[in-house]
């Protein structure tokens, strides 16, 4: 089977549980007290469809303002953007339009583009409907959905192969190869060290 590597980026602020999100994908244990992501880091999964593999690359960003600044460094050859808010925190899905605007001034319109809406689990904290992320979906057409990192595990690794498959659609088998083949990464591969612990992203 030929294998074609993809770039999968979750942006979103700080506390919302990106990292818990991609520990998820990969069969990672739930972290109740995960720590904050500094700059980036990435992890590789690899995923069959329609008997063909598919190598992602799911990058972790920071959300940390300080850190904001290198968001388009991380972007670049990005092909699924996931852009991530959490239910109990209102501000983090106000933030949303700058990580939209980040993304689309760099990448324009030719990733897959996705609002996760995470910590379903904690859903009597709500501050954010789920008709609100869907108006900001629709908005951006974009994919949309509402989970959780701690009880939803095995519906994240679904949703990411719908937006795999999704882009698959878009751009065709044979276009994917032939770019996989161009893309140079520059990262370090997703490690635990150097992170600070925070009791927040579940």
């Known amino acids: 089977m030929l294998e074609s590597s993809i770039k999968v980026i979750l942006l979103g602020g700080s506390g919302t549980g990106k990292t818990n999100i991609i520990k998820a994908l990969v069969n990672r244990p739930f972290d109740e007290s995960s720590n904050s992501t500094l700059t980036s880091s990435f992890i590789s999964k690899k995923i069959n469809i329609n008997n063909r593999e598919y190598h992602l690359e799911l990058w972790d960003t920071a959300g940390q303002e300080i850190y904001r600044s290198l ?113 140079v990464s520059f990262s370090l591969q997703y490690k635990d060290k150097g992170k600070k612990k925070v009791t927040c992203c579940k």
Do not use: C, M
């Not at 050859?77 to 808010?85: G, Q, R, T």
């Not at 980040?102 to 609002?115: C, H, R, S, V």
């Not at 701690?150 to 949703?159: A, V």
């Open 71 to 183: 968001t388009k460094l991380f972007l670049v050859d990005s092909k699924i953007v996931i852009f991530v808010y959490d239910i109990t925190q209102k501000s983090t899905f106000e933030e949303l339009d700058f990580w939209i605007k980040t993304a689309k001034d760099n990448l324009g319109d030719t990733p897959i583009y996705a609002i996760f809406g995470n910590k379903k689990d904690l859903y009597i904290d709500e501050q954010v409907e789920e008709q609100e992320g869907k108006k900001k979906a629709e908005e951006l057409e974009a994919y949309f959905k509402l989970t959780s990192a701690k009880t939803e595990r095995d519906f994240i690794s679904k949703y990411i192969v719908d937006l795999t498959e999704q882009y698959i659609k878009k751009y065709g088998k044979n276009n994917i190869e032939e770019q996989s083949h161009r893309e």
